[in-house]
């Protein structure tokens, strides 16, 4: 009877060893997902301020087009004088814009 009792001992000695490691284990995996959950929440806060920033940026800039916008009506609606000029805007920026597409084109090759 002795035997089995200490026979029945050592087995309890190795699923306790075996828990602890296992315990050991556990605790690593949590504390790694505890860093992760903070870096993602410190991540989501960064991302939160930088669209709160592009929100103004993008306010401020309508605002900037609406003024450009209600110019360049004024602008058309004005005498034949200034729909010339305005041709001529017109025209000297599609040929600035091909212009810049060819060179772009030939320096990319």
Do not use: P
């Amino acid at each position: 009877m002795a035997d089995w009792n200490r026979g029945h001992g050592s087995v309890e000695d190795m699923l306790d060893a075996e828990n602890k490691r296992l315990a050991d284990n556990l605790a690593t995996k949590v504390s790694r997902l505890k860093s992760l959950a903070f870096e993602i929440d410190k991540e989501a806060e960064d991302q939160n301020e930088y669209l709160d920033g592009m929100d103004s940026n993008f306010m401020s800039a309508t605002g900037l087009l609406t003024g450009s916008v209600k110019r360049f009506s004024t602008m058309v609606r004005s005498s034949r004088d200034n729909r010339r000029i305005l041709c001529y805007v017109s025209l000297g920026l599609v040929v600035a814009f091909f212009l810049l597409y060819y060179m772009v084109s030939r320096l990319q090759r």
